[in-house]
């Protein structure tokens, strides 16, 4: 099945400055990759999202690139701001399999006023 | 659009006991729903998948008499925890897909279940 690794596990940051979070993932059939942000105790919001067919997608400070060669892709945050504080996850799922979602291990971002 | 509610938000039970959450897709149908429990600071984790009329799909592991799903319909999907343990505590949340041709999923706010 699909595995989707998740780096860094940490990362703090300043407000302002930019955040990097990477995945990789191992079935190269996937063709879906979310990113979902989680704050304490809520539900995952899905914040951006990239299908197989494309290489990059962005979303005012938000954007994520894919590597399908490489397998694998990243979520890129800038200008960050306090309230982008959260846990990110990302995660990857194949059509044929139902779109069942695997998810990384997650990202806990703090960024310092 | 895209809303899932679930309910209740927060249980406790007594140990032996079982639960039973719901969640439903409240503005569109949802041809198939997801079941995750989350551990504290982990990730979330598949339980099964949950097709309206038809059987659950079990995740590897997890045990289909333990923890039953039934989808009845295009907005409602329950699970129960039967014989609920201190261990099953968790918090338990569930998505839902609106049509075979979309992957999105749409989570509800999840459930914190606490065995004592």
């Known amino acids: 099945g699909e595995n989707v690794e998740q780096h860094p596990s940490t990362l703090s940051v300043q407000e302002g400055d930019s955040a990097v979070i990477k995945c990789t993932y191992s079935d190269s059939a996937s063709n879906y990759f979310p990113w979902y942000k989680q704050e304490l105790g809520k539900r995952p919001q899905l914040i951006i999202d990239?299908?197989?067919?494309?290489g990059e997608k962005k979303d005012q400070r938000i954007a994520v690139t894919l590597n399908k060669t490489a397998k694998h892709f990243s979520l890129h945050i800038t200008e960050t701001q306090p309230e982008d504080s959260a846990v990110y996850f990302c995660a990857a799922s194949f059509g044929a399999a139902g779109n069942k979602l695997t998810f990384g291990g997650g990202t806990r971002v703090l960024v310092k006023p | 659009g895209a809303v899932v509610s679930q309910h209740p938000s927060r249980v406790i039970c007594k140990s032996g006991t079982s639960v039973k959450i719901e969640c439903r897709s409240l503005?569109?149908?949802?041809?198939?729903m997801f079941w995750y429990r989350q551990f504290p600071k982990q990730s979330l984790m598949l339980m099964a998948t949950?097709?309206?009329?038809?059987?659950?799909?079990?995740e590897q592991g997890v045990e289909k008499d333990k923890f039953l799903i039934n989808h009845a319909s295009l907005t409602l999907s329950t699970l129960t925890v039967t014989s609920a343990h201190p261990e099953d505590s968790s918090f338990y949340i569930c998505?839902?897909?609106?049509?075979?041709?979309?992957?999105?999923?749409?989570f509800g706010p999840g459930t914190r279940l606490t065995v004592l």
């Open positions: 949950s097709n309206e009329g038809s059987k659950a799909t079990y």
């Open positions: 503005d569109f149908q949802a041809t198939t």
């Open positions: 990239i299908r197989s067919n494309v």
């Open positions: 998505s839902a897909r609106s049509g075979l041709a979309a992957p999105e999923q749409f």
